[in-house]
């Protein structure tokens, strides 16, 4: 292991620019992240500018921006097949004819969801399953052209990720089996949909990619490995992993032919979190069989890897592709729930061709919880040649956008209150995305379930 860099706190790097616009500046090998994306742009540290409060209280936004309600909970899907499903969560935009625009969404429903996903024959998983997904098909304009079920009676399907062959999988965060909490049927799986036709895909569980509380993936385009994150809630917490298929790159429904699972380790580090140095390497990670993928007996993550153990971490969440590798987000770590050590966030960048690990992003720690800047979750690439990222903590809740300088700004502010006077509560928002032109930033709230589309000035 190599160090480079040093810890940098939120509270060291602020700017001092007031809770709806803050800069920060990160040391070490930020410059990693932004490999494959746009040029880079001017952006300064506030980004495209302080927030202006929106007179609707719904989403504030740089001025020059505007946004557009696509959908909204508890309203009638346009298909007639019933409610919009509850608990919007990771989504991607997926390009369609005549500048269509198809949206898949997740709904992280568990068993006692306030609006499940609609059963419909051919597309359930289990009837006693209330999470799922939905498709959106949208016009150039962003105006709605179609709102359906694409997957239904799965369970907490969180988060997911795109694959080169333009479907999505969608991920369950949970290990639920069959006979608890009245499910029929094992649940912890991935499944594949059909962005244009969900019963091309249908609802079929890839099971040899592991059964766990599945978080978000990402696919190496050029070998067709799938890495996996995993958000275990409890210690020992959740496995960095990668899915060797046997039909790599198959195209629809290859990832249904099996293949190996392997989970990370890096020698000497059993826990991610005790890593607390920008740039520190790690050049010797190895890759370790799952004993047992489906879990019969025993979480993957309390399995038997051997006399080296395996190497855990908390909150494993957010994960892309980038250039020639993978990157993935630990949301936090806290030692008072058995981490190593504490951390507001990290971003880590795994490059499969020198088996490198690199930390290349601390967040935190700070304590004014209405500045935006800590727990990242989801994480995409944005045509500003950074990256946006949702913040999943306390207090207000950001999308935030990181410049190719290492500076944060905040992009976006959820005000849709679901807290009371004396203890005010915002959403979390959810699966950013951008439309294939890079024109539009499309964005959840978790709760209430909004989907949002965001124009303006992106590439200024």
Known sequence: MTKTGRFATRRQVLAGTGALGV??????ALSELFTGTAAAQTLGHDGYGPLVPDPKGILDLPEGFSYRVLSREGDPLRS????????HDGMSAFPGRGGRVHLVRNHENRADGKVPVPAIEGLTYDPAGKGGCTA??????????SERVAIAGTAVNCAGGPTPWGTWLTCEETEDKAGTAGYAKDHGFI????????RRTGAVPLTAMGRFQHEAIAVDPRRGVVYETEDAFQRPFGLFYRFLPDRPLGGRGSLRAGGRLQAMRVPGVPDLSSVQDIGAE??????VDVPDPQAAQTPIRLQDFGPEGITHAQKLEGCYWGGRSVYFVSSFARSAEGSAADHFGQVWRYDPDRRRLTLVIVFGPDTDIQKPGESPDNICLAPSGGLMVCE???GAQHVYGVTRRGEVYAMARNRQAIGTPEE????EFAGVTFSPDGDTMYVNCYRPGTTFAVTGPWRR
Do not use: Q
């Not at 800069?23 to 070490?28: E, Y």
């Not at 959106?136 to 962003?142: E, F, G, P, Q």
């Open 136 to 145: 959106l098909t949208l016009d150039s304009r962003n105006r709605v052209l």
């Open 80 to 87: 007639g097949e019933g409610k919009v499903p509850s608990n």
């Open 392 to 394: 999943d903590g306390e």
């Open 23 to 28: 800069g920060i500046a990160f040391s070490g």
């Open 282 to 287: 790690f050049d010797r990670v190895e890759w």
């Open 191 to 198: 499944f594949e949909v059909d962005p244009v036709d969900p």
């Open 424 to 427: 005010p509560e915002w959403g």
